[in-house]
């Protein structure tokens, strides 16, 4: 079974989760993009959701779906979003924004009674910081924005390349909100939720991928079945 195979198989186990009338926040991403295949066959055969998407890209595959999509001004609180993750720890710790939807994907989170990470057990890290972690920050005063937060990832007692994100053709990357990712080489993140207090307070920084507080549950797949992370029902 390829890894493909096993995030269908967590994005099914994540779909039971859903009941009829239920507001939903989709997330982006490989695995994410199982999660709302299966959806939009449910919504075909009659089921009654209400989503909000985070990321264009979830929106344009949703929609195309056919699943009946809303925005976070028309419906702000959610029951339920159910997204990927580039990292998960024991902790229930993320990070994320492999996916450049970071920013959307945490104001989602933030506006859910309850979010579940579905992933394949690759995921599964004892310490964060080997996937790099995304930095969303505005495109001016790059330079200056870039100095400042390697000296909070300094003094969060990290350390590591910030490597400005481009696409494969060499452009700089431009998120859904118009900025651009520095994503921070560190090998391993001893404390995350300090790190994450230092990027608050970093002007220019839009948002991080560190996750903490926001997931409920995880549900991994692998070779060996489902191993289930928090609490999900």
């Known amino acids: 079974m390829n890894a493909d195979d096993l995030k269908k198989q967590a994005a099914a186990r994540a779909l039971e989760l859903v009941r009829p009338g239920m507001r939903l926040g989709l997330g982006t991403g490989s695995t994410a993009k199982h999660f709302v295949d299966l959806l939009g066959a449910k919504v075909a055969a009659g ?5 909000v ?14 699943i009946p999509m809303s925005t976070l001004d028309e419906t702000p609180e959610l029951d339920l979003t159910v997204d990927g993750a580039d990292e998960v720890d024991p902790q229930l710790r993320l990070i994320k924004g ?7 994907e945490k104001i989602v989170a933030a506006a859910s009674a309850r979010m579940i990470v579905i992933a394949d057990d690759g995921k599964l890290v004892q310490k964060l910081g080997r996937f790099p972690l995304p930095i969303e920050v505005v495109p001016f005063g790059l330079e200056a924005t870039r100095r400042a937060v390697a000296q909070a990832v300094e003094a969060a007692g990290a350390a590591g390349e910030l490597v400005l994100r481009r696409r494969p053709d060499g452009a700089i990357l431009v998120t859904d909100g118009g900025h651009h990712i520095l ?33 409920a549950g995880a549900i991994l797949a692998g070779e060996g079945g489902l191993t289930i992370l928090g609490g999900i029902e």
């Open 53 to 66: 998407a985070t990321s264009e890209a979830t929106q344009a595959q949703a929609l195309s779906l056919g």
């Open 47 to 51: 089921l009654s959701v209400i989503c």
């Open 98 to 104: 492999g996916g450049a939807a970071l920013l959307r």
């Open 183 to 215: 994503d921070a080489h560190l090998g391993a993140i001893e404390r995350p939720e300090l790190l994450a207090q230092a990027l608050n307070v970093v002007p220019g920084v839009v948002e991080h991928g560190l996750f903490i507080g926001l997931a």
